[in-house]
Each structure stands twice: as C-alpha cells, then as structure tokens.
C-alpha cells in the first residue's frame, strides 16, 4: 500500500492521449505539472497518458519534452506516479526511473488523505467485451512485447495507426456496454482488495457510481479545450479543471 499524508492533497489524471510533438495537450499537462502538481504530495498518472507507446526508443524521443517535465516536477518534491493504460503499456519501469518516475502495478491501494482507494487503469474490469480481452492478454505478453519491439521503427509506427484506427471503428460499432466497466468485476475487485473506493479510468465515461460494494469514480479523459484532474485532501475528492 502506498501511504499519504493526510495534511496534504495528492492529485489523479488519467486518459490524455498525448500525440507525439506539440499539442493542447501537451501545454495542459504542463500546466498541470508546473502549477497544481507542485503543491500536491503526489501525482497519480493512471494510463493512457500517451496516444500510444512504440518503445522507449521511438516514443521516448517523440514525448521528451513531457519527460523532461516530469522530470522537473519530480525534482521539486511531487511524488510521480505512473500506471500503464491499454495505449502505453509498453513505457518501460527502467526509461520512467531515469526521469524520477515510479511505476505502479495495476491495481494498487493507495492510503489517500481521507481513506484508502483501489487504483486501475480500468480495462481489465471491462469484461464483457471478450474480444478486447483477448487482445489485452496478448498485448500483455511479454514475447509479443519483444517481438513488437524488435520491428524496425517505421513498421511500428505504421502499426500503431492501423490498430488506432481499427480501435476507433470497432468503438463506433459496439455497443456502449461492452465498452463500460462490468459491475460484477468491479464489485468483485472491492471484495478481494477489502476497500470501499475504486478509482479509474480507460471508459471516458467520467462518473460517480455508487455500488453494493463501494463507490467507482471514473476520471475524466482529456477533450479539447477540457482538461481536468481529481484531487484529494482530508475534505474528500473534487473535480478540477486545468485552463
């Protein structure tokens, strides 16, 4: 279990799908880190920071800027966590280490200012889509990791656009669902992990859910012109916009 202080806020974000180069979303998080970030204890990333991921030798590059911003934010004092999404699981525990980063297995209990919580990313909760899971475990193994990685860069990057976008038509034509958190494994995880909060985020569906088991709050995933983080103190949990 990861402990807070409890006189101290800790902040969450998740699902900014940062493109590689320059972007709006890029300059929030940036934001983020350079103002609210550095009063808090801590910083939770729970996936799906980066559009994608192709290695630490192809994304590593194309996202250093944002690394170097961590990186200075760490030194400042925050604590920066990082949890792998469904869209950048293949960022390495050695490349974040290097920028003062801490990697988190998926889920983690962390001791929060007003209570303990369960954190995930989300996607393993979403059972009902079988098709996805299939994909998740192969993608989760670690021989087609290093096969993927082993492509030369190019061929991963081509890879990388035709997958995003065979994501996004199979998204347009499955139910909504599916594409949700199953109730029975979420109820499931606050069972087996004994807490009585979840949070999450991998739908884009943020929400408060109140459950037989506890409560689920879905972070809110990154749109243009609308960035916000969660942030919590010994007061409970609030919503936050960046700009």
Not at 160 to 166: E, F, G
Request: hydrophobic fraction near 40%.
């Amino acid at each position: 279990m990861i402990a807070a202080d409890p006189q101290k806020e800790v902040l969450f974000a998740s699902d900014m799908h940062l493109p590689a180069g320059p972007s709006e979303y890029r300059d929030a998080l940036h934001a983020l880190l350079e103002g609210p970030a550095r009063q808090a204890q801590a910083l939770f990333l729970l996936g799906d920071v980066f559009e994608y991921w192709l290695g630490d030798d192809v994304s590593g590059q194309d996202h250093g800027e944002t690394l170097r911003a961590l990186a200075h934010c760490a030194k400042t004092g925050t604590r920066l966590y990082f949890m792998p999404g469904n869209r950048d699981f293949l960022v390495s525990d050695r490349l974040l280490s290097r920028y003062g980063i801490t990697m988190l297995p998926d889920p983690v209990i962390v001791a929060l200012p007003d209570g303990p919580a369960l954190l995930s990313h989300g996607d393993q909760w979403c059972t009902q889509d079988e098709a996805y899971q299939r994909w998740r475990r192969f993608a989760h193994w670690r021989p087609a990791q290093a096969g993927f990685r082993a492509l030369p860069r190019r061929l991963r990057r081509q890879l990388a656009q035709r997958l995003r976008a065979r994501s996004q038509a199979l998204g347009r034509m499955t139910a909504d669902d599916l594409l949700d958190v199953n109730p029975a494994a979420a109820e499931r995880a606050f069972a087996t992990f004994g807490v009585r909060r979840i949070i999450h985020g991998h739908t884009h569906r943020p929400d408060i859910h109140a459950m037989r088991g506890g409560t689920r709050i879905v972070l809110p995933d990154w749109r243009p012109g609308d960035y916000r983080y969660l942030r919590a103190d010994c007061r409970g949990l609030t919503i936050h916009r960046i700009r």
